[in-house]
């Protein structure tokens, strides 16, 4: 991936704040540009007034054959709590067709004419897509009530001597130099109808605090840092210990536009969170970009994954053989949870690099003690279900992995028709795969175990899912 050092932020707005409100909108503020010619938004409760939502302009990538072209969707956001009844008006032409995703949220919007509508009971995290086109869709965040505002009297004193809030007011913002770097101890807080430009770094700090609706954000080398309900392209973790991520949403468009890299790092949590990127949503990889050593405790929780271009999820692929030489000692990456994930699509040609579960392990690598847990595949465009190999991919890396060992996938579904074969593959006698297990796995419906029933005895239960079980590999179960 690479990291943007002057990223645009996706637009924030100034916040109607009420003190007891339970519905609250931004409408946008001076000089932040909108999008009204796709979609108008507004939202309210328990048959009350309707609240317009200011409707941002956010850009996607879509690959064409092998062309990439950018596109520019709609993104709009509001908090709430308890109930919100949203209503839709497409602006182009009449709703022939809408879904919401996750599609496994069941949300069935009603349509008449022009418009939809639909209610919603939680924050979520959503695609509205009309007649069929996700690359004009909706991105609708419906946050919960931000927790995290400071009071009137902690703003008024940002910035003189004695605060710790870093406090951006409405309006845009430009970082000299196109950076800020963030203090130990320090809270920045985007305020609505506030745009910044460029990207906060958090490097070689403690106790660092990120809120609001929009930032630009890399964290590195720090430890104890928190982030919530931010708006970003890129939000890489490297050389860190105990991070948290929560309800953050990263939208990329440009190359190697990867959302939530993981680099080298201990104690990282992701929770509803939101990625719609032009290369990998998530990876988590060892010794990369400076950032020297493994990966432990790695958590992504109750979240949404769009691949445009690569892998929804991707591990081990990098680590100290590229950046130290082939004969560097191995990292190990372990300990890593993913629960309650929907995957909503994936596109990827080149072979080496599908995979929607993708645990590629490269760089004399040692990956173990992976588990994914109630992970909802949708029908993905072009790509893999699972890609678990080791490999020497020389674009990327520079030696085999190690070994991967110790993965269990428990009930994951896949609804569609276009994954392509998965593979599971070692490399050599002495770099092997193994204790791979599916349990609950489920394709179109159907469950795929050992026993299950119409299998010829002579088929490897693999094959009843499309898994290529390749040399080198050792005791591949499915329960």
């Known amino acids: 991936m690479k990291i943007r050092t002057a990223s645009i932020i996706l637009s924030l707005a100034a916040a109607a704040l009420q003190a007891a409100a339970t519905i609250v909108t931004y409408p946008a503020g001076e000089g932040v540009p909108t999008l009204d010619t796709d979609f108008s938004v507004s939202v309210r409760q328990d048959g009350g007034p309707w609240q317009p939502v200011a409707v941002y302009p956010v850009r996607v990538d879509e690959v064409r054959g092998v062309k990439h072209h950018v596109e520019t969707a709609s993104m709009a956001y509001f908090d709430f709590d308890g109930t919100a009844e949203v209503r839709i008006v497409h602006l182009r032409a009449k709703v022939n067709s809408a879904r919401v995703r996750p599609l496994s949220y069941g949300i069935a919007p009603a349509v008449s004419g022009d418009t939809l509508t639909f209610t919603i009971d939680r924050p979520r995290n959503l695609s509205v897509e009309v007649n069929g086109d996700i690359f004009h869709n909706l991105h609708l965040f419906a946050n919960p009530i931000d927790s995290h505002r400071p009071s009137a009297k902690e703003i008024r004193k940002a910035g003189r001597k004695g605060s710790r809030l870093v406090y951006f007011g409405p309006g845009a913002h430009h970082l000299p130099g196109d950076t800020m770097r963030i203090e130990s101890g320090q809270t920045v807080y985007i305020d609505g ?77 992701y929770d509803r969170v939101f990625c719609r990127n032009s290369d990998d949503c998530h990876t988590v990889y060892a010794t990369r970009k400076g950032f020297n050593g493994g990966c432990r405790n790695i958590v992504m929780e109750n979240s949404t994954l769009w691949a445009d271009v690569a892998h929804p999820v991707n591990i081990g692929l990098h680590g100290s053989a590229t950046e130290l030489g082939i004969e560097a000692p191995a990292d190990t990456i372990c300990g890593l949870r993913y629960r309650n ?108 175990h050992d026993d299950m029933p119409g299998k010829p005895r002579w088929y490897k239960t693999g094959d009843m899912a499309r898994i290529f079980i390749g040399e080198h590999v050792d005791n591949v179960v499915f329960k």
């Open 193 to 269: 109808g506030a745009r910044v430009f460029g990207q906060l770094i958090a490097d070689r700090v403690s106790d660092v605090r990120f809120y609001g609706r929009g930032e630009g954000i890399y964290i590195k080398r720090s430890r104890n840092v928190d982030v919530d309900g931010v708006i970003v392209t890129q939000i890489p973790v490297g050389g860190c210990d105990s991070v948290n991520i929560t309800n953050v949403k990263s939208i990329s468009y440009y190359g190697w536009g990867d959302g939530m890299n993981v680099f080298a790092s201990d104690n990282v949590r």
């Open 341 to 448: 994930i929907d995957i909503v699509d994936h596109r990827e040609l080149q072979l080496d690099c599908q995979g929607c579960l993708a645990i590629v392990c490269g760089d004399n690598n040692i990956v173990r003690d992976i588990e994914f847990d109630d992970i909802r595949i949708e029908d993905i465009r072009h790509g893999r279900l699972f890609d678990i190999r080791i490999p020497v991919i020389t674009k990327y890396c520079k030696a085999p992995g190690g070994a991967v060992s110790d993965i269990l996938f428990k009930n994951v579904t896949y609804d569609g028709s276009n994954a392509e074969v998965s593979l599971i593959m070692g490399y050599s006698p002495d770099r092997r795969v193994s204790n791979i297990t599916f349990e609950n796995l489920r394709i179109n419906g159907v469950k795929i």
